[in-house]
């Protein structure tokens, strides 16, 4: 079993996401999202936004610092979302 995606997460769009859709239907920060997970040091599985939440899917990981750097990576999605 692999765990590499098949489909990028962020070109499905919840019902319940929020932001106004591009020409390509991804909600207009779509693209900032993506380069921010892919400069990420640690790339999560997944990242979803929407409903005013941000979720990480991603290996478990007990060291404080992950943890840290994850919120770090929320935090900052949300910001480019609002």
Known sequence: MSNVPT???LTVRPAW?????SA???????????ELVQAHKDLPLSLTIGDRRVVILAIDDPRPGTALARIDLAIAAARLVS
Do not use: C, L, M, Y
């Open 24 to 34: 390509t239907g991804e909600p207009s920060w779509a693209n900032a999202v993506r």
């Open 17 to 21: 996401s929020r932001g106004k859709p």
């Open 7 to 9: 489909i990028d997460p």
